[in-house]
């Protein structure tokens, strides 16, 4: 089973927080379909380890139904033993959010739509998921310009000395901090005026910082992130399936945990 990661967003300024999640398990239906789809979702919520939100989704068509079924082994034609305003739920997809890190993984790409409906319609604000791009030139390539960079400069050899960002000095009359969490803002920036450039050039003094997201947005104005961090573009469990070819959530659960800790 392959989990992809994204970036989670509020409002489009924000990530999304523990208490945010906190809100969405207290408050979220744990049953939900969404204006006018066709799936019914059955959703399983919790919060491990006050750091991780953990979604598990059993779903299936709620329209599409006949009423008999056919017996494998004699090929009968007999009555359905449920009826239509029963749902079987066969599919499953699985979610989790790390508050930490504030990555998002997920285990099937298409239910992007889904969870941005579910948690937004939950708690009545905008929640947008991100790609995360692990080539600079995929990046490039799916924006038009350039909005600013997100990063955390530490205190180390690289950092001392560097002249891409100006330290924070100790204004406070204290000693310098031994990281600090920025984010910078600019008008859009072209892409092929100047962004890429600028993207290049914070490629090249990366050992002075941490965590570093580069933030554009695309033809449609979406906003779009690259983050310089994260090589990994996704993670690969081994679950195993029961006589139903249904996966254990709770054994999902806990491989994908065992990595992300």
Known sequence: M??????????GIREASLEDMKD???KGN???????????????????ENRFFWMSCEYDDAVRF?????????GERMPNPRS???VEPRQQFFACYDTKKHFLYMSDFNKKGFVEQYLSD???????????YTSVDDFCKNIKAIRGFQYTQVDNVFSRGGTLFSQVGNIWGQDLP???QLKISYGDIPVHGGGRALIDRVYRHREEFEDVIVIGCDDCGIEQTFDFSSVLKHLVIQPTKDENEHFNPTEVR???????R
């Open 84 to 86: 239509k305003d029963q």
């Open 30 to 48: 744990h049953i939900f379909r969404p204006q006018k789809q066709k799936f019914l979702y059955s959703i399983d919520m919790d919060i491990i």
């Open 66 to 74: 006949r009423d008999y079924v056919i017996d494998k082994g004699t």
């Open 254 to 260: 806990d491989l994908l945990l065992s990595n992300l």
């Open 24 to 26: 969405v398990v207290a």
């Open 2 to 11: 392959k989990f992809c990661n994204f970036l989670l967003r509020v409002e």
């Open 178 to 180: 031994s990281k600090v």
């Open 122 to 132: 939950t708690l009545q604000k905008e929640f947008k998921i991100n790609n995360i």
